[in-house]
């Protein structure tokens, strides 16, 4: 099966600029992930959908970050606008009902300069 | 109570030794514990995941060991090689579809 497909893969920007990034699922997976992974660390989860509703983004800083899954498919992320400290690999993943582990797409290495 | 705690950070074994990591949790209400193995400029990968129900799992050459009552699970890579050579993650959930909580990972090389 085609995997968690996300773009762009490599991304640099100035900070206060904006940057958005874009996963398509594996099909059939109801639920979506957006993680950050800071360098040296383990992925943080930042929003969990379930089809098109939103189950958690308590960790999300929702005065910059937003995102959106249309039609409980594709999904977007957007950072406006980044700091230095957004700076990170973002990983999107999924996974099928029932299923507690995602399957990870490639990341984006977002540079904040 | 959310937090997993992986040790060590970084792990160098010869090839053909024995690989062990090790995690910890707190949170009680954890009852999924996988671990993933990541390349770099790569999504992590599952490797292998356990529950609560059960001490130890084989996959290969790759065992999870459980101890529920001290809340430490731990990797075990047997007859490590150089492929294995990846960072490793250890981490944990609650049934009901909740989110992974990952640990910070253990930069494991494996040298000839």
């Known amino acids: 099966e085609a995997g968690v497909a996300q773009s762009p893969r490599y991304k640099i920007i100035e900070k206060r600029q904006s940057v958005a990034f874009w996963c398509n699922p594996i099909?059939?997976?109801?639920?979506l992930y957006w993680y950050q992974q800071i360098l040296g660390q383990g992925p943080k989860l930042l929003i969990q959908?379930?089809?098109?509703?939103?189950?958690?983004d308590s960790q999300l800083p929702k005065d910059r970050f937003s995102a959106e899954r249309l039609k409980g498919v594709d999904s977007t992320l957007k950072i406006q606008p980044a700091k230095l400290e957004d700076s990170a690999v973002y990983l999107c993943a999924s996974s099928p009902p029932g299923r507690e582990s995602g399957i990870f797409g490639p990341g984006t290495r977002l540079t904040v300069t | 109570q959310q937090q997993v705690k992986q040790s060590p950070q970084s792990l160098i074994v010869q090839k053909g030794g024995i690989s062990i990591i090790n995690c910890a949790y707190e949170?009680?209400?954890?009852?999924?514990f996988p671990w993933y193995q990541q390349f770099p400029g790569k999504g992590p990968a599952l490797l292998i995941a356990i529950r609560p129900d059960v001490s130890e799992k084989k996959e290969g050459r790759f065992t999870i060991s459980f101890n529920k009552s001290a809340k430490q699970f731990s990797l075990h890579i047997m007859d490590s090689q150089p492929g294995d050579s990846a960072t490793y993650f250890c981490a944990a959930s609650s049934s009901g579809n909740t989110p992974l909580v990952f640990g910070k990972g253990t930069r494991l090389s494996v040298i000839a």
């Open positions: 949170n009680t209400a954890f009852d999924y």
């Open positions: 099909s059939g997976h109801a639920t």
């Open positions: 959908f379930q089809n098109n509703g939103v189950v958690d």
